[in-house]
């Protein structure tokens, strides 16, 4: 089963920057809607930010706007998540996805996951 694997997550402090990256274990989803969700302990998954295909089309949580970037290169079948000026509210799991459906904001909405990377950040 084809399966993403996100990288980049580790230990920061507050003001810090990260980028996080997600590539497919085989294949390739460049014509796939990619998103990254995160999940921090005792609170819902939330979806942090969504790409079209094309990376046309970008869609961020209002928490996130202005801080975080979402990108993709389909030449090198990545997507990429550039996380600046972080707090420690950023703290959690975060996932990369894959899906048909574009904008989706549901988890539900995506086929394919990663089994995620934690991002910690400390005040």
């Known amino acids: 089963q084809v399966q993403l694997v996100e990288s980049g997550g580790r230990l920061v402090q507050a003001g810090d920057s990260l980028r996080l990256s997600c590539a497919p274990s085989?294949?390739?989803?460049?014509?796939?809607?990619m998103g990254w969700f995160r999940q921090a302990p005792g609170k819902e998954g939330e979806i942090v930010a969504a790409i079209k295909w094309d990376g046309a089309i970008t869609h961020y949580a209002d928490s996130v706007k202005g801080r975080f970037t979402i990108s993709r290169d389909n030449l090198k079948n990545t997507l990429y998540l550039q996380m600046n000026s972080l707090k420690p509210e950023d703290t959690a799991v975060y996932y990369c996805?894959?899906?048909?459906?574009?904008?989706?904001?549901?988890?539900?909405?995506?086929?394919?996951w990663g089994q995620g990377t934690q991002v910690t950040v400390s005040s």
């Open positions: 996805a894959a899906g048909r459906v574009y904008p989706a904001r549901r988890p539900d909405e995506y086929n394919y």
């Open positions: 085989e294949g390739t989803f460049s014509d796939y809607a």
